[in-house]
């Protein structure tokens, strides 16, 4: 009688689960499409095939606590780990539009991108993501640094 109510109690349980036959769904809840966009900042178009980062976690704050607070016995890939609480980065390339799609999950993303040439454009902003769709401009007004490069 008590394996028949386990077996009754677990099927239940299983039964008020939600389903991952529809992607579609699950994506449309938890999954936002983040549109990257570079506008002109005064540079060429062969340039503008760069690489943009995205990660749930400001990565150059979190490389400053490793390297500052020494950690005896572990990497900095393992701290990183630790820190994104189980989230992965994202990778993206712009085209040659000056574009890219990507997929991430809802909550805080910092983007990180580098534009080479003669002058550096580095921008590290933080987003909040939400919704089924969403827009991020590289502009000139939200640049992080500009360096000179020799």
């Known amino acids: 009688m008590l394996v028949a109510a386990l077996l009754f109690s677990g099927w239940l349980i299983y039964s008020k689960l939600p389903h991952r036959s529809n992607t579609d769904a699950r994506s449309s ?7 990257i966009v570079l506008r002109p900042v005064g540079i060429s178009a062969a340039a503008l095939d760069i690489p943009v980062e ?3 976690v400001d990565i150059v704050a979190v490389r400053h606590e490793y390297f500052t607070e020494r950690r005896a016995g572990k990497r900095f890939d393992d701290f990183l780990n630790e820190r994104m609480q189980g989230r992965r ?6 085209d040659q539009d000056g574009q890219a799609t990507v997929v991430v999950t809802a909550g805080s993303w910092w983007l ?3 534009l080479p040439g003669e002058e550096n454009l580095e921008w590290r902003l933080p987003i909040n993501v939400a919704g089924n769709k969403q827009i991020v401009e590289l502009t000139s007004q939200n640049i992080y640094t500009r360096t000179k490069s020799f």
Request: net charge neutral; charged share 10%; aromatic share 6%.
């Open 112 to 114: 990180n991108a580098v």
């Open 29 to 35: 809840h938890n999954e936002t499409s983040l549109q």
């Open 54 to 56: 995205l990660y749930p």
């Open 89 to 94: 980065p994202v990778n993206a390339k712009l």
